[in-house]
């Protein structure tokens, strides 16, 4: 047999076995249609707030100056973490913690009940000034919209009896993972 016909055969075989098993592949799916045309409830997503969301702050040996703050869904929903926290370094803050603009995430954090989110907070950094020790921190969840907070918000004391911080802190999105707000 000549090496282009027996090329051809292989052609038209594979082309055959291709075709089959595209076409169980349509009656398995057509088998399926019908749940699939039955609307399936969605699981109910709700915000994250102080009243469903347990909130930790721990410092970190890497990178220094650095808090992790640390929300886990403590409801029976999944919920939403918009954006960033809205903090305040201390129970006489003047302003909230800046959020860290290169750190914004493609999309809204949704924890799983039981799941966490995460929030790197830059603390201090030699380019800042007029610095103070802080005790307390702030929280509050910030709203869809990103223009206002949720609900009641929660104070956690910092670390070691206080932290410095100075006009370089900053805060980052709430993220997925704890090395994107850490090193992201």
């Not at 076409?23 to 057509?30: E, S």
């Not at 603009?101 to 954090?109: L, R």
């Not at 869809?144 to 009641?152: D, E, M, T, V």
Request: glycine share 10%; hydrophobic share 40%; proline share 7%.
């Amino acid at each position: 047999m000549p090496i282009a016909q027996r090329f051809t055969t292989r052609v038209a075989a594979s082309s055959l076995v291709a075709a089959a098993a595209f076409a169980l592949v349509g009656v398995q799916a057509a088998g399926q249609t019908a749940t699939a045309a039955t609307p399936q409830k969605a699981a109910a997503t709700v915000d994250c707030t102080a009243a469903n969301t347990k909130l930790t702050v721990d410092k970190v040996s890497r990178p220094i100056n650095t808090l992790l703050l640390t929300a886990t869904n403590t409801g029976t929903k999944p919920c939403n973490l918009y954006g960033a926290p809205y903090l305040a370094a201390g129970a006489d803050a003047q302003a909230p913690v800046p959020w860290l603009d290169s750190s914004k995430p493609q999309a809204v954090v949704t924890l799983a009940p039981g799941e966490s989110g995460y929030a790197g907070i830059g603390t201090s950094s030699p380019d800042g000034y007029e610095g103070h020790i802080a005790k307390t921190l702030g929280v509050d969840f910030s709203n869809k919209n990103l223009n206002g907070s949720l609900g009641k918000g929660a104070t956690l004391p910092l670390p070691n009896g206080g932290v410095y911080f100075n006009s370089a802190n900053f805060v980052t999105y709430w993220q997925s993972d704890v090395y994107d707000a850490l090193f992201g």
